[in-house]
Every structure is written in structure tokens, then in C-alpha cells.
């Protein structure tokens, strides 16, 4: 095995097996919470307020919340399992460690992001397992749900790196998740179709890069969607680039990098 190439692998390998351990070992903290919550929003908007609301695009009330439902516990935990370790390897010093040692920037990235990733996939898992106790769940097309649920858990991920990277203290990695990802996540279409909406509102919500990632999902789940999938995928993929390239040159550059 090539000299590089082993002490990168072992360094990987040594980063995603601390992240998996960070949050599985603390998990009535990490995967405990967000299934819980997922089951009230089965209950009360499934249960109790989607038999008011009967069908939407064909489907049961319950049946169409449940992908977006999926995909909001993804982001959150795949954004929040990076932004915390992260910050706090800064914070604790043990970052800079990292940067002076002979490890790529690359494998540092691509293990905390695999951390997120896990843990984003791993809450997805259980919220589906629960979402059967409601609904009859039936995967349409399953090469594109699983492509949207890693690309989607990819860029949070990388997106949780970038905050913890600019942020100073404990307060700013909390920023993002209330201001911004909250209200685009309920503004996503989780909860309702765009076609409900006027045509102005409609053509307004297509700027929202989560409508796009929770239809896509939509489509991989149930088979319909309210955007063109191939945009959306094509959205995905070229964020998840960008957001790599701009997490290594953040890496490289040492920005941030020090409490």
C-alpha cells in the first residue's frame, strides 16, 4: 500500500469511527430526540389533522407528509452532528492538531462529513421504521431515493462544516438552524403541495433549494413531484461540489480555524 496513502486511510478511518461513536453513544440524546418528534408530527398533522384535510396529488394526507417528513430529520441531524463536533474540536484546540499533522484537508473533511452523514441516514432509517406503524410505505424508485437522501445529507453536512468553521461561540452555530434552515424546511413543502398556492407564491417557493430536495425525495417515494426531478438532482449535486470545494479551500487556508 502506497505510503500516503496509508496513514490518510487509517487517519479516516480513526475521525468517522470517533464521529459514529460521539453521537451512538450518547443516543437517547442524538437519535432518540428527533424520532419522538417525528412521531407527534405523525400523529397530529398525519392523524388527527390529515383526516380533515383528505387527499393531496392522490395520496392520503399521512402518505404525503411522510417523505418530507423523512427528509426534515435528515437535514437537521446531518447539519447538527457536523456544526457540534466541529466547533467543538475548535473550541477544545484539537483541530489545530489535525491541520499541523500530515493529513490531507480532504480526508479531515470527508470524515467529519461521514459523521453527519451516518447520523442523518441513521435517523432517516428509524423515522421510517415508525412511519410504517401509520402508513403503508412503498419506495416508487429506489435508485433516486436513495441518490436524494445521500446528496441531501451530503450538502447539510457540508453545510454544518462551513458554520462551524465561521462560527465564534456556542451562539453562532445555533444561527443557521433557527433563521434559516427552520423556516426554509417548513416553507419546503413537508407539509403541502406549491399547486395550493397562487401562481406568484408558486414561482417564489422554486427559490427555496429545499422544496427541491423534498420533492425529489417525494418522487423517489411516491412517485410524484411538484418540480422537474432532473433540475433538482442537478441542483444537488453541483451545491454538494461547490460546498466541498469551498470547505477545503477554508481547510487549506486555515480560516477560522483558530478559537
Not at 71 to 99: D, G, P
Not at 175 to 187: A, E, N, R
Request: aromatic share 12%; charged share 10%; with cysteine.
Amino acid at each position: 500500500m502506497n505510503a500516503e496513502f496509508r496513514p490518510n486511510l487509517v487517519a479516516l478511518q480513526t475521525i468517522v469511527h470517533r464521529e459514529i461513536r460521539r453521537y451512538t453513544r450518547i443516543w437517547p440524546q442524538t437519535l432518540l430526540p428527533p424520532a419522538i418528534t417525528m412521531v407527534l408530527y405523525f400523529v397530529i398533522f398525519g392523524n388527527l389533522i390529515g383526516a380533515r384535510i383528505g387527499e393531496m396529488d392522490g395520496f392520503t394526507y399521512m402518505e404525503y407528509i411522510v417523505p418530507g417528513l423523512i427528509m426534515m430529520s435528515v437535514i437537521t441531524n446531518s447539519y447538527s452532528n457536523v456544526v457540534s463536533s466541529f466547533f467543538s474540536s475548535k473550541f477544545q484546540r484539537s483541530v489545530e492538531e489535525l491541520l499541523v499533522s500530515p493529513v490531507s484537508p480532504h480526508v479531515i473533511l470527508i470524515g467529519f462529513a461521514l459523521g453527519g452523514i451516518t447520523r442523518g441516514l441513521a435517523v432517516a432509517f428509524i423515522v421510517t421504521l415508525l412511519s410504517m406503524f401509520f402508513t403503508d410505505l412503498q419506495v416508487h424508485h429506489l435508485g433516486i431515493t436513495l441518490l436524494v437522501i445521500t446528496l441531501t445529507s451530503t450538502i447539510f453536512a457540508l453545510g454544518g462544516f462551513l458554520n462551524a468553521v465561521y462560527a465564534r461561540n456556542f451562539d453562532d452555530i445555533s444561527i443557521i438552524p433557527t433563521f434559516v434552515l427552520t423556516p426554509l424546511t417548513y416553507l419546503g413543502g413537508v407539509f403541502y403541495s406549491i399547486n395550493l398556492l397562487s401562481p406568484f407564491w408558486q414561482t417564489l417557493s422554486l427559490a427555496n433549494p429545499i422544496l427541491h430536495m423534498v420533492n425529489a425525495f417525494r418522487y423517489g417515494i411516491l412517485g410524484v413531484s411538484d418540480i422537474r426531478i432532473g433540475i433538482a438532482i442537478s441542483f444537488m449535486v453541483v451545491a454538494a461540489i461547490v460546498m466541498y470545494l469551498w470547505c477545503i479551500h477554508l481547510l487549506k487556508s486555515g480560516r477560522g480555524m483558530r478559537q
